[in-house]
């Protein structure tokens, strides 16, 4: 009788441990965003975090034909120094993407102001991410390499 008992309690108590599971699971969805990695830390940024605003600026392609786009997004700088990750000129900075595409920047790009930004729109339009919903692009304002523009950004690795 007794190890009847204690086969039902483990039986209860795996079911509420699956029921407990799932609901956390359901309730702790990760927020869409980046990760800034630095020699001692990883930050999570969630897209919805980011004091956007406006900027627009022009780009050229590889055939020399230039386009003007407004965006809304933050600097780069600014997003870094919100959580805590000092940039300076000598810094090497690769901005990856959920496909494994990469840029390389410098410190001194980054703190030039106005120049390096994440944009989470673009004329107007959500950028997504490569599964859909809201995702972002690098944006090198003023760089004759569109190559570096990346798109469906997730990390930023500061070293």
Request: no cysteine; net charge negative.
């Given at each position: 009788?007794?190890?009847?008992?204690?086969?039902?309690?483990?039986?209860?108590?795996?079911?509420?441990?699956?029921?407990?599971?799932l609901v956390n699971r359901e309730n702790s969805e990760d927020k869409p965003g980046m990760i800034i990695m630095t020699v001692d830390k990883?930050?999570?940024?969630?897209?919805?975090?980011?004091?956007?605003?406006?900027?627009?600026?022009?780009?050229?392609?590889?055939?020399?034909?230039?386009?003007?786009?407004?965006?809304?997004?933050?600097?780069?700088?600014?997003?870094?120094?919100?959580?805590?990750?000092?940039?300076?000129?000598?810094?090497?900075?690769?901005?990856?993407?959920?496909?494994?595409?990469?840029?390389?920047?410098?410190?001194?790009?980054?703190?030039?102001?106005?120049?390096?930004?994440?944009?989470?729109?673009?004329?107007?339009?959500?950028?997504?991410?490569?599964?859909?919903?809201?995702?972002?692009?690098?944006?090198?304002?003023?760089?004759?390499?569109?190559?570096?523009?990346?798109?469906?950004?997730?990390?930023?690795?500061?070293?």
């Amino acid at each position: 009788m007794q190890k009847k008992i204690i086969a039902v309690l483990i039986a209860v108590l795996v079911i509420a441990a699956g029921i407990l599971a799932l609901v956390n699971r359901e309730n702790s969805e990760d927020k869409p965003g980046m990760i800034i990695m630095t020699v001692d830390k990883e930050i999570s940024v969630a897209w919805d975090d980011i004091d956007a605003q406006a900027f627009e600026g022009d780009f050229v392609n590889g055939e020399g034909e230039t386009s003007h786009h407004e965006y809304t997004g933050a600097e780069l700088r600014v997003i870094l120094t919100d959580k805590g990750v000092e940039i300076t000129d000598d810094n090497q900075v690769t901005v990856t993407a959920e496909d494994d595409y990469s840029a390389d920047l410098t410190g001194s790009e980054i703190l030039e102001a106005g120049k390096v930004y994440v944009a989470l729109t673009e004329d107007g339009e959500m950028i997504e991410g490569i599964k859909g919903g809201q995702g972002a692009q690098l944006i090198v304002l003023g760089d004759p390499d569109r190559k570096r523009a990346v798109r469906y950004l997730n990390t930023v690795t500061v070293k």
